[in-house]
């Protein structure tokens, strides 16, 4: 499934392609988050025209809505949605223990409320398998417990052990033909619970690895050193994803520690409050600076939105609450964000991504508006 084609000299950075039922995936590379079966205020042509590879499905939210029933009718999730390139569906787990009113841990799974109407559900890797495989996704995620990043050491620990289980249950579900499965990777920043979960998943052999517990919510360097912990128990001829992020800075560093596969809501939600994202960091389209400002969002971007229109015009779309202007703000960082993994592929390909990531570590300026957005994105994963 997975082809290493090349493993960067002077970081752990990688070049690789990704074989799924529904075409080949070029790596590292960016997901965007299709939650409701729709990437927000993009449709699938756009999609195309900037590069999207494959796209990010949710199984918690489209089991609640439409329903399996109105998704099997249709002949799956790439049918239902008209995308024809690939797409991964996560497991619902970090949905049910982050948006569920009330839930109860049980042996096989979790009681929950839901966040819509209250009815009492349940889902278990025999549940989330089954959904993942009538909606017929690409890549599988298996069903496991992700706890707060603060969570007590007692806690962590039974997380652990929860998604190892978890993970065997759901490797031996029914899938949909061609679905590959990957294993998720928790145990906060603990070194010793990261490699247990890490070693337990890979004698499982799934198809992939994704570590997960990160992006929500801990401060940055915590999230790096448990992307750290985990890596180096992850065998090289399997794909690496690092779940629900992030900056594009981020995303460039964890590449460097050798992760190939990204997804996160950030491109379009901040999108929608009018901030847009370039090489150099993000900034807010709203303000008065560029009230006559007639250049556009980024010098040279290639996008739609980059070629069309203004600044100017698209602060006074933002302002006047024109559905366009969010639209636009929303193509330009969803292609800025896959704009940077052609590039780092590309510096891969060429032996000088160490170069690349330097200078763009070095030229992004951080948000504090961005980062305050990450911590908030739970809902549309």
């Known amino acids: 499934m997975f082809k290493l084609l090349k493993t960067d000299s002077a970081t752990k950075a990688r070049l690789g392609q990704l074989t799924t039922a529904h075409g080949v995936v070029e790596t590292p590379v960016f997901m965007p988050v299709g939650t409701q079966a729709s990437v927000k205020a993009l449709d699938p042509r756009e999609l195309n025209e900037m590069g999207t590879q494959i796209i990010l499905g949710n199984t918690y939210h489209l089991n609640l809505r439409p329903g399996l ?47 819509l109407d209250g009815s009492l559900l349940f889902i278990g890797p025999k549940e989330s398998m089954e959904i993942q495989r009538v909606l017929g996704s690409d890549i599988a995620m298996v069903f496991d417990e992700c706890p707060p990043h603060d969570a007590p050491a007692k806690e962590q620990r039974l997380a652990v052990e929860r998604t190892i289980r978890w993970a065997r249950e759901c490797r031996e579900q029914p899938r949909a033909e061609g679905q590959k499965v990957f294993g998720i990777v928790q145990g906060g920043s603990d070194a010793a619970l990261r490699e247990q979960c890490a070693k337990a998943l890979v004698e499982m052999e799934f ?111 933002l302002r006047a609450n024109e559905i366009l202007g969010l639209r636009m703000v929303s193509v330009h960082n969803s292609h800025l964000y896959l704009k940077v993994m052609t590039e780092v592929r590309a510096a891969l390909a060429a032996g000088t991504f160490a170069d690349y990531h330097r200078h763009f570590i070095a030229s992004y300026k951080p948000s504090q508006k961005i980062l305050a957005a990450r911590k908030a994105a739970s809902d549309e994963r």
């Open 69 to 115: 029933d109105v998704i099997r009718a249709a002949g799956g999730l790439h049918r239902f949605m008209n995308w024809d390139k690939p797409i991964l569906t996560d497991s619902g787990g970090f949905q049910v223990f982050s948006l569920a009113k009330i839930r109860k841990v049980k042996e096989h799974g979790v009681e929950f409320r839901s966040h």
């Open 207 to 317: 198809d992939g690895y994704a570590i997960g517990g990160v992006s929500v919510g801990e401060p940055e360097p915590e999230m790096m050193r448990a992307i750290e912990l985990a890596e180096p128990h992850l065998p090289a001829h399997k794909a690496r994803y690092a779940m629900g992020l992030g900056t594009p800075a981020q995303m460039v560093e964890l590449i460097a520690r050798g992760v190939d596969m990204f997804d996160c809501v950030l491109p379009t939600r901040i999108a929608r409050t009018g901030t847009a994202v370039t090489h150099t960091g993000a900034f807010a389209l709203k303000g008065a600076a560029y009230k006559t400002d007639f250049g556009p969002i980024e010098d040279g971007c290639e996008c739609y939105a980059c070629r069309t229109f203004s600044r100017a015009y698209l602060r006074h779309l």
